[in-house]
């Protein structure tokens, strides 16, 4: 089946305390993005990727970091969570046909930082 | 600064009504505009319009982009429960790959 998984799908975290985001695709997608999605904000871009080895900042960066070693995973890192990065968090993938444009998209991972 | 805006926020109306949700946006660069659902998971793709692709439909849903005037419809026509979800725009823009997501229209249709 298509698809794209995350993990972990619900954590609770402290201050601080560095976690790891992963996502995965089975699709051979080229294109990856995180977002995050806060009520009132709708969803907001993180971080995207065009390939392996090439990643871009997208609207909300600050705080995260991301890595595309191979194609299928793009992981996000939180190197020293604070409790404003509270939030759902999905992964999208979608091929680079430009006439095709559908992202989909993973289950949404829902972190809380105290 | 790149955006896109909704509107409205919410809606409720009844089984059966006809609802028209409403997105513009101001994005260096555009290259496409994309409507999704959301129930309270994961957004699923609804519709993509292009400068060569303005106008989809797909049952009940149907959707124009305005390229004039930066702006796009999407039409629900005889709702149904199941229709009760947020309706996302978003706006491709720049590099590609780089979207741009309104904050929503939340529908409920009401039996």
């Known amino acids: 089946e298509a698809q794209v998984t995350q993990n972990p799908r619900y954590l609770i975290t402290v201050t601080g305390k560095k976690l790891t985001v992963t996502c995965s695709q089975n699709m051979n997608h080229e294109y990856m993005s995180w977002y995050r999605q806060d009520p009132g904000l709708g969803l907001r871009q993180i971080y995207y990727?065009?390939?392996?080895?090439?990643?871009d900042k997208g609207d909300v960066p600050e705080g995260y970091k991301v890595s595309r070693k191979e194609k299928r995973n793009f992981p996000l890192i939180l190197e020293s969570p604070s409790p404003n990065q509270t939030s759902l968090y999905f992964c999208a993938s979608r091929t680079r046909l430009s006439s095709y444009n559908e992202q989909f998209f993973g289950p949404g991972t829902r972190l809380t930082v105290l | 600064e790149d955006k896109v805006v909704q509107s409205p926020l919410s809606l409720v109306v009844h089984e059966g009504d006809t609802v028209t949700l409403n997105c513009s946006y101001e994005?260096?660069?555009?290259?496409?505009l994309l409507w999704y659902k959301q129930e309270k998971k994961a957004p699923t793709f609804l519709f993509m319009l292009?400068?060569?692709?303005i106008e989809k439909k797909s049952g009940r849903l149907s959707s124009i982009l305005d390229k004039k005037e930066l702006s796009s419809i999407l039409n629900i026509t005889a709702t149904q429960t199941g229709d009760s979800a947020i309706y996302l725009c978003?706006?491709?823009?720049?590099?590609?790959?780089?979207?741009?997501f309104g904050t929503g229209t939340s529908l409920t249709v009401i039996p």
């Open positions: 292009t400068s060569s692709g």
């Open positions: 994005v260096t660069n555009f290259r496409s």
């Open positions: 978003a706006v491709e823009g720049n590099t590609g790959n780089q979207f741009y």
């Open positions: 990727s065009m390939n392996v080895e090439v990643t």
